[in-house]
């Protein structure tokens, strides 16, 4: 076994080995050691990398043109940052989501890995600090309590670009539905009784309208996590930062990305602020809820095949029992169900964090990004996944669905109008007791002609609002 190699750095605690090869350095390392929390690490999520990374990058600049880096440190850790957004060292961000300390060992992996880069460029050694130092140079102008949230906040950005993309694909293939499936007829249902007709192409176009809905509250809420506190340093005065650092480094951000990135106007009222989060993890919920009964409601569509509704039918997946033989679950909305339940639950532990701040910083925050980043992630992969292997492939059973409309009580609601609201009661509850059907008593009570009632109990005229 090839025996690993190591150098030797240190810090405010002491010395520390450090793989010879790594780019991140001893305060990474200690987060290594002291972290072992969860199964989610930084470099999971490429999104996130590539947010520091311009953070960092955006930083260099702006303390390039206001004089307070060296040309020639800031051009390499222009580029060195340049690289971690490209994701070429995505593998030297092993740090635990899950951390104390308010995201120190975040910003500290992206400076020791930006600076240990830099210094390669620079024709120097990894962890030759005097000449590119992680902390003096890397992070000039900047704390974790400014440069920490602004990555999370760009990394929400960039990923509610995706989960928008999927949700939009989502409501394109429910909404297809809606078209193919627009002529078939069936019974509509309040409280799990039956109701009054539709189609089934009413309903599932208004299920891609419900979660339409969500793309625009996706949107409403992304805005406000475009105001970034990048210049603030430790509690929003500004200590150590040049003037003017904060509105140019906003702006070089925002060149870089192409999103448009704002500095906040009060910088102390930022830094501990995290109502941003709150609302946009809220809308998250808010989607998750909504999915989560859409696939309540197709479970229920497809429930039987023989004993059910069995009103459509979901693609079989898998099957569905180790002991019933023929059984097959509806195993992709029963996965979606879940997913929308951890993303819930993901909403209380943020709102708890939130609440959890105490003066001029919340240290909470590594609680408040690991949620918000795994509640996108499992909502993005699991709508893809029930847009592909569900939604597509659904079919109606169009037969079964028309002979429920016909044989439904629901429809006597249609009669209202025509013989009165205490008639129609009546002949319910007489095709209730006897089995008999609506259209035949309200013949034998002579309450309408034949013409009349077929043209008010045709299907289609209960489709729609009409004179009466």
């Known amino acids: 076994m090839e025996k690993k ?53 955006a930083a260099a600049l702006a303390n390039k043109e206001l004089g307070a880096l060296d040309p020639e440190i800031a051009d390499a850790i222009c580029k060195a940052s340049k690289e971690v957004t490209e994701g070429k060292f995505d593998d030297q961000f092993p740090v635990d989501m899950m951390q104390g300390g308010a995201g120190t060992s975040v910003n500290m992996n992206a400076n020791e890995v930006i600076a240990n880069r830099a210094l390669e460029l620079l024709g120097h050694q990894k962890g030759e600090y005097q000449y590119c130092s992680p902390n003096d140079h890397v992070n000039c102008a900047q704390s974790t309590n400014d440069a920490y949230p602004t990555a999370f906040r760009y990394t929400f950005v960039r990923m509610n670009r995706k989960l928008e993309a999927a949700l939009e694909q989502l409501v394109s293939a429910l909404r297809a539905k809606g078209v193919e499936f627009n002529s078939i007829i069936k019974m509509g249902r309040t409280q799990l009784q039956d109701a009054v007709p539709m189609t089934s192409g009413q309903e599932f176009t208004a299920f891609a309208d419900n979660l339409e809905e969500e793309i625009a509250n996706l949107e409403r809420n992304v805005v406000l996590l475009k105001e970034i506190n990048m210049g603030g340093t430790a509690i929003g005065t500004g200590l150590n930062a040049v003037p003017g650092f904060a509105e140019l480094c906003a702006r070089k951000m925002s060149e870089l990305t192409g999103d448009e990135l704002i500095p906040a106007p009060n910088l102390v009222e930022a830094t501990p602020d995290t109502g941003a989060y709150v609302s946009y993890s809220g809308a998250l919920k808010r989607l998750a809820v909504k999915l989560s009964k859409t696939c309540n409601d197709l479970r229920l569509l497809a429930s039987g095949p023989r004993c059910g509704l069995h009103e459509i039918n979901l693609p079989p997946m898998a099957p569905g029992s180790s002991i019933m033989p023929g059984k097959v679950n509806p195993v992709i909305p029963e996965v979606t169900n879940q997913v929308c339940f951890k993303v819930i639950g993901n909403d209380y532990a943020v709102t708890f964090a939130a609440e959890a701040g105490q003066l001029q910083l919340n240290v909470m925050e590594p609680v408040i990004a690991e949620c918000i980043i795994e509640s996108i992630t499992w909502l993005t992969n699991a709508i893809n996944t029930l847009r592909e292997k569900c939604i597509e492939g659904i079919t109606v059973n169009k037969e079964h669905c028309e002979k429920m409309v016909k044989n439904s009580i629901g429809i006597v609601t249609a009669l209202n109008p025509y013989i009165g609201y205490k008639n129609s009661t009546k002949i319910a509850k007489e095709a209730l007791a006897t089995g008999g059907s609506v259209y035949d008593i309200v013949l034998e009570k002579g309450l309408l002609t034949k013409e009349r009632l077929d043209e008010i109990l045709d299907p289609e005229n209960m489709l729609r609002s009409h004179n009466l």
């Open 5 to 57: 190699e190591f150098r030797t750095e240190s810090d405010l605690l002491g010395e520390l080995q450090v793989p010879l090869d790594a780019y991140y350095g001893v305060q990474t390392q200690r987060a290594i050691n002291n972290y072992k929390i969860s199964v989610n690490h930084m470099k999971d999520f490429p999104d996130y990398v590539a947010a520091i990374g311009y953070v960092k990058w």
